[in-house]
């Protein structure tokens, strides 16, 4: 099981300071490798076995396991970006395999136990949201969706415990959505991203991250890259949700 599934799965069990290691292990995975558990303790000025708890929560035997699965998603991030035109096929199964089951349904729960559902996104991420607002409308779900910067800044300041919020960026560094998601985790909400499969600020901030792959492509400097995986992950969610409400 690699090491975006297991954030899928566990990554709600972190606290604040096991986040912020896990970040930092995670953006300095390459000059970490020549140091011991006890260097990056003592740079991060924790206990070596605070990492080692952060990474059992996360699902790892300890320190190493979790290392060795950072450099191997490293790995494959840096194969991804050196492919070209992969393809919507490719995209959806690439984007299935991140998905567990587990994830899912405790997303559906925490959508059916909510007051209200919000949708945090621009641009062409918007839309698979849009389609999702007015399917979930149709279940009785109390759903918004907010695309523009003030208005979603004023939406994540009233968040409470009973709502969940869905933010959702390829890049999982777009400034709206992403300015929106730190005003959001400083309330009780839950947190769900969808964003490329990468290590972004979004998903950082994320209760239940969730990831697709893509092609990213521009034309005339616009952005033009298939939300294909978002729709699937959306859908996928739907469908559990509906399984559940019947």
Known sequence: MGLFTKLQQNQHLLNSQETKLLSYLMENNESLKNETLKDIANNLYVSPNT??????????????????????????????????NLSLLNQIQQTEQLLTNETIDRICQKILDSNH?????????KYPCEEMKE??????????????????????????????VFIVSLSGETKTPLDAAKIAKLSSAYI????????????????????????????????????????????????????MCS
């Open 51 to 84: 990492i080692v708890r952060m990474a059992k929560k996360l699902g790892f035997k300890g320190y190493t396991e979790l290392k060795m699965s950072i450099e191997i998603e490293n790995s494959q991030l840096k194969s991804l970006k050196k492919e070209k």
């Open 117 to 125: 559902v919000y949708f945090f996104s621009c641009g062409p991420s």
């Open 135 to 164: 399917r979930l409308r149709v279940l009785g779900i109390n759903t918004s969706l907010y695309f523009e910067p003030h208005v979603m800044n004023q939406r994540a300041k009233q968040l409470d415990e009973k709502d969940i």
């Open 192 to 243: 769900v991203s969808i964003t490329g499969f990468s290590q972004n600020s979004i998903a950082q901030l994320a209760d239940s991250p969730l990831y697709t792959f893509y092609d990213s492509s521009t034309y005339a400097e616009m952005d033009i890259s298939s939300r294909i995986g978002i729709h699937f992950i959306l859908n996928h969610i739907f469908e559990s949700l509906t399984s």
